[in-house]
């Protein structure tokens, strides 16, 4: 691999800790292990990620739960404990764009297209350095939106396909791509806003699961920071900086927003006097203005699974509804002895879940405000 160019890009990296620098080399030299048992077939067609998928998470997943963060910043809380995550993971990924630059050629565009074969020796050096970069910003933005759900305590089980799809999803901005754009501008320097952009302009995966699909999809937006001649390391040091850093920002939007609905699903079920009633009323908020946002799905899974736990309610009549009449819910109501001021209590929680109360949620929330006080 070339040498870095003196000069700004230098002067970028020269400031890093050593400690800092070997940790970085330790962890290239796992991803370059890696990446020696890619194929070009592996390389072209996405493969890679799925392979990277099983290798980066299953040991990491064992040994990093909310203990293992608390035991090292203990009395922190989470917020505090992320942003530091996020800082670090993007001083990493500038190290490593810094040391890995030397393969971004324009030699190596051209190679990218005429890979071919399905054997290790065809993927020339150039590419096979060009993939420590792209493996390694992958593993470090996968493993870093991993350790900021755990640290909001969100659940995450990656041996279901649909949680590892959704960590997934959040670590590569997948499906939010024009959300993430907007939000972009606000995280990094002006200077490098246009390049941070084209990063992340062009289609966004919208649906497939298929993690080769994934792959590919990285590879070709990994693929600016070879596709603009004679920039070189600051360019690298630069995307691989504020890629990471916005991935993070990212993860951290997500998962501490969904930490907030949980905290909320927890009071609820906590304070309820009437915890099968509470459900009802909630549906019947949600569903006001027959649309169901984000945060009022989540709200609602995380108060099933909670009362189910909590007060051992499990109500089959509510799992197997498809339009709610409110008179039923009125019914049960009546037939609910004592104070009912939880259940108008929970309504306002629920409506407000997804932010600004509606319209039509305060009409419901209006009539159950009456109905609640005549009993």
Request: with cysteine; charged share 25%; net charge negative.
């Amino acid at each position: 691999m070339a040498e870095a160019p003196t000069g700004a890009a230098n002067a970028d990296t020269e400031a890093v800790p050593d400690a800092e620098r070997e940790t970085v080399e330790q962890e290239r030299s796992e991803i370059r292990e890696f990446v020696k048992g890619l194929s070009a077939d592996d390389i072209k067609s996405g493969g890679w990620f799925t392979k990277l998928c099983a290798q980066a998470m299953s040991s990491y997943t064992a040994k990093v739960d909310w203990q293992y963060f608390q035991e090292r910043y203990e009395g922190v809380p989470p917020d505090g404990i992320v942003d530091q995550r996020i800082k670090m993971a993007a001083r990493y990924a500038a190290i490593e764009g810094g040391l890995s630059a030397g393969a971004y050629t324009a030699a190596v565009v051209s190679t990218l297209g005429s890979l071919g074969g399905a054997s290790p020796a065809t993927v020339p050096a150039a590419v096979a350095t060009m993939m420590v970069d792209v493996a390694y910003t992958t593993r470090l933005q996968l493993r870093l939106a991993y350790d900021i759900a755990v640290l909001y305590q969100v659940p995450l089980n990656l041996s279901d396909p649909d949680d590892l799809w959704k960590l997934i999803r959040v670590a590569f901005t997948i499906k939010s791509g024009e959300a993430v754009r907007e939000g972009v501008t606000k995280a990094v320097p002006a200077i490098v806003r246009p390049l941070i952009k084209r990063f992340y302009s062009g289609e966004v995966l919208t649906a497939a699961k298929a993690l080769p699909v994934v792959g590919k999809h990285l590879l070709q937006k990994n693929v600016i920071k070879i596709g603009i001649p004679l920039v070189g390391v600051p360019l690298a040091v630069m995307l691989n900086r504020y890629t990471t850093l916005v991935a993070g920002r990212h993860a951290q939007a997500v998962f501490r927003n969904e930490a907030r609905v949980i905290e909320v699903a927890e009071g609820l079920s906590k304070r309820s006097r009437h915890p099968q009633s509470m459900l009802w009323v909630a549906w019947l908020v949600i569903r006001a203005n027959r649309k169901i946002a984000d945060d009022e799905a989540l709200l609602m899974r995380h108060l099933v699974r909670l009362v189910r736990e909590q007060h051992q309610v499990v109500d089959d009549d509510l799992a197997r509804l498809v339009d709610i009449d409110p008179a039923e819910v009125w019914r049960r109501l009546d037939a609910e002895p004592g104070d009912l001021s939880d259940l108008i209590e929970a309504a306002n929680q629920v409506a407000a879940v997804d932010g600004d109360v509606n319209a039509r949620e305060r009409a419901v929330i209006s009539e159950l405000r009456d109905r609640c006080h005549q009993g």
